[in-house]
């Protein structure tokens, strides 16, 4: 079984910072690609920004230049360093992981519990 467990999230200042973590655990043989997705409330869930096993990046015009997203596959690891923070950056946080299982050897899509981050003065 396979979780993913976010981290990181909480209430900052408009211009602020914050740093999400994404660990994931359980019979792993890799990670493929992994996301970062937010909701806000009454919103549809929307894409933020993805990074591949290789480590291609890709994000939303929404936050291209202020939102990083990175990996440490050693650590089986994701994160999204969020700079410049927007009211409208307000969301739940969720990862998203295409996790290749080390005991099926199928690939599968998993989500974390998502982090609240709330950007407000």
């Given amino acids: 079984q396979v979780q993913l467990v976010e981290s990181g999230g909480g209430l900052v200042q ?3 910072s ?3 973590s994404c660990e994931a655990s359980g019979s ?3 990670i493929n690609r992994v996301a970062w997705y937010r ?3 009454d919103k549809e869930r929307e894409l933020v920004a993805q990074i591949t096993s290789i480590g291609t990046t890709n994000y939303s015009d929404s936050v291209k230049g202020r939102f990083t997203i990175s990996r440490d596959n050693a650590k089986k690891s994701a994160y999204l360093q969020m700079n410049s923070l927007k009211p409208e950056d307000t969301a739940v946080y969720y990862c998203n992981a295409f996790v290749v299982s080390a005991v099926t050897r199928l690939i ?3 989500w974390g ?3 609240q981050v709330t950007v407000s003065s």
Avoid: D, E
């Fill in 108 to 110: 599968n899509s998993h």
């Fill in 18 to 20: 914050l740093r999400l």
């Fill in 14 to 16: 408009p211009g602020g």
């Fill in 39 to 41: 909701q806000a409330p």
């Fill in 28 to 30: 792993i043989l890799s």
């Fill in 113 to 115: 519990q998502g982090t």
